[in-house]
């Protein structure tokens, strides 16, 4: 029987097996439709919350739908698969664990902010990497009414956003991950890094780029300690925004480990700034979910790109700290995407 090397968690994990994302799927609503990656969703889920009577309903739908449209991509059942794990910023992940209620599936619900997607890949790839499963579905979501609802203002109350804030992404992001040989291509999750709550005393909810930067640079600062970061093609940050991403560069930059058109921003690729009324660019655990699965992967896949790394940003407040005057913490976790040559 093998015997596994303790490995800190600390550490930069490599995987001994290769994890494949075999398939991906992703669907938008009418701004992500609009967007710079519009043509990526395989759903369009228009104005109306599929139909639903409400904006919650309406998200928990999406969920359904889409990992509906991935297992029907990957050619499988919902038998063939080990384990799920999904997040949503709801309170207690509502719209996925409603979304979820019709899968024969044994599924573990995350919170981690708009970092759920990449804490989803990184244990979903641990899981496969030990033997305890052999392929898991990672789906995450958001909604832009049903945030809006939960954290800021109804929409009818007719808010208006300030310069550094963001909007939150409707969409849903799944993928299925498996245990692959190593003759198979495609793209796989090579590795990663856990983040650490990092809290730097912000307190406007409408500045989360802010408040997450400090946690997205300390990630990155910890990965180059353990492994060369100089070969990835690009970093994408899960939900920065324009603003975010700036303060994460001039943090780099002071440390030390920063080049020119290193970092970019999911955020910032899903919408566009100046035609869109989106503020600094797009955030929720949707918007790095729909841009990996809809645009990173088939990047990879197609061989223009080689191997990136996606950090998945997410800031740890909750209506009530808000309504308390606390300040926000933050954690960002980070897993590297890469082709099949690597």
């Known amino acids: 029987m093998e015997v596994y090397k303790r490995v800190s968690s600390r550490s930069v994990i490599t995987f001994k097996n290769k994890i494949k994302v075999s398939n991906a799927a992703c669907c938008g609503g009418k701004y992500e439709k609009e967007g710079p990656l519009g043509d990526t969703l395989d759903v369009y889920l228009g104005e109306g919350g599929l ?29 063939d698969v080990d384990v799920m794990f999904g ?11 409603y979304g979820l209620c019709g899968f024969d599936i044994p599924y573990i619900g995350l919170y981690g902010a708009c970092s759920t997607f990449v804490s989803g890949l990184l244990c979903a790839s641990v899981m496969i990497d ?19 609802r939960q954290f800021r203002y109804p929409l009818e109350y007719g808010s208006v956003a300030g310069t550094t804030s963001q909007t939150t992404v409707t ?4 993928v299925h991950l498996t245990k ?36 997205a640079a300390d990630t990155i600062e910890r990965f180059a300690r353990g492994s060369d970061i100089s070969d990835f093609d690009f970093i994408a940050t899960g939900d920065l925004g ?4 700036s303060i994460c560069e001039e943090i780099l930059k002071n440390k030390g480990i920063y080049r020119s058109g290193f970092l970019k921003d999911c955020g910032e690729m899903i919408y566009d700034e100046e035609a869109q009324d989106v503020g600094c660019g797009g955030s929720g655990c949707g918007c790095s979910a729909v841009v990996a699965s809809g645009h990173l992967f088939p990047l990879l896949s197609s061989g223009a790109y080689r191997k990136i790394g996606l950090i998945g940003t997410g800031a740890m407040m909750s209506p009530q700290s ?5 300040s926000i913490p933050s954690v960002a976790h980070m897993v590297t995407l890469q082709s099949a040559n690597e």
């Open 180 to 215: 692959a040989s190593e003759s198979e291509s495609g793209v796989f999750i090579g590795g990663g890094i856990y983040g650490i709550v990092n809290d730097s005393g912000i307190k406007d909810p409408a500045n989360m780029g802010a408040a997450m930067a400090p946690a």
């Open 130 to 148: 030990s033997g305890h499963a052999e392929t898991a579905v990672v789906v995450a979501s958001s909604d832009f009414c049903s945030a809006e």
């Open 51 to 79: 139909g639903q009577k409400t904006f919650e309903k309406g998200e928990e739908e999406a969920v359904r739908v889409t990992v509906n449209m991935l297992l029907s991509k990957a050619g499988i059942k919902e038998q």
């Open 87 to 97: 997040g949503d910023l709801m309170n207690q992940c509502t719209s996925t664990g």
């Open 322 to 326: 808000i309504m308390q005057g606390l």
């Open 171 to 174: 969409g849903v992001g799944a």
């Open 242 to 245: 324009s603003e975010g991403r």
